[in-house]
T-cell receptor
Framework: KQEVTQIPAALSVPEGENLVLNCSFT??????LQWFRQDPGKGLTSLLL?????REQTSGRLNASLDKSSGRSTLYIAASQPGDSATYLC???????????????FGKGTHLIIQP | EPEVTQTPSHQVTQMGQEVILRCVPI?????FYWYRQILGQKVEFLVS????????KSEIFDDQFSVERPDGSNFTLKIRSTKLEDSAMYFC????????????FGQGTRLTVV
């Protein structure tokens, strides 16, 4: 059964810093990996989708990498801003059917606070 | 920008009552999903739906749950007899394609069972 772990669980940094959030997954047989942002009491906003054949994806100040063979992904946030404060979730879609494999398997998230 | 819309945003119900959570997926999407997030826990997959039938469901999605696409735009989750442990945020999601496409999530319905 696929397990997704995110470290650190929480991170507080001053504005302007570059930072890295980590995600690991136990089964490398995945179709893709998706990073989301969740604001308190709100829904999930998709940030980046990386297909299993890709190594990285970029959107603005965000860059996500994927090393499928080692079961790892990182989300790099450049020049952090207070508006980046949120919980960042990593989710993978596994290749095997059955047991809910159609769905995304989520990590618990990294709670990020950017201090002004 | 197209978005997934969920109603209501918050619902309070008494234990044992039936609830229906509603979702309007993005209009050209074909695959629909329900997830839930119990407070402080991970987001968990409940069910996927394609071509008017369930394509996959998790062990959480027992006989108390059902899904329906009653018309061309709505997608609903029904909980037949709510329990205290059903209290959670329920998210609807949709994607235009199957396993290798991006999933878009709604803002969620917070269900509180008292």
């Amino acid at each position: 059964k696929q397990e997704v772990t995110q470290i650190p669980a929480a991170l507080s940094v001053p504005e302007g810093e570059n930072l890295v959030l980590n995600c690991s997954f136990t089964d490398s047989a995945i179709y893709n990996l998706q990073w989301f942002r969740q604001d308190p009491g709100k829904g999930l906003t998709s940030l980046l989708l990386i297909q299993s054949s890709q190594r990285e994806q970029t959107s603005g100040r965000l860059n996500a990498s994927l090393d499928k063979s080692s079961g790892r992904s990182t989300l790099y946030i450049a020049a952090s801003q207070p508006g980046d404060s949120a919980t960042y979730l990593c989710a993978v879609r596994g290749m095997y059917s059955g047991g809910g494999a159609d769905g995304l398997t989520f990590g618990k998230g990294t709670h990020l606070i950017i201090q002004p | 920008e197209p978005e997934v819309t969920q109603t209501p945003s918050h619902q309070v119900t008494q234990m044992g009552q039936e609830v229906i959570l509603r979702c309007v997926p993005i209009s050209n999407h074909l695959y629909f999903y329900w997830y839930r997030q119990i407070l402080g826990q991970k987001v968990e997959f409940l069910v996927s739906f394609y071509n008017n039938e369930i394509s996959e469901k998790s062990e959480i999605f027992d006989d108390q749950f059902s899904v329906e696409r009653p018309d061309g735009s709505n997608f609903t989750l029904k909980i037949r007899s709510t329990k205290l442990e059903d209290s959670a945020m329920y998210f609807c999601a949709s994607s235009w394609g199957p396993l290798n496409t991006e999933a878009f999530f709604g803002q969620g319905t917070r269900l509180t069972v008292v």
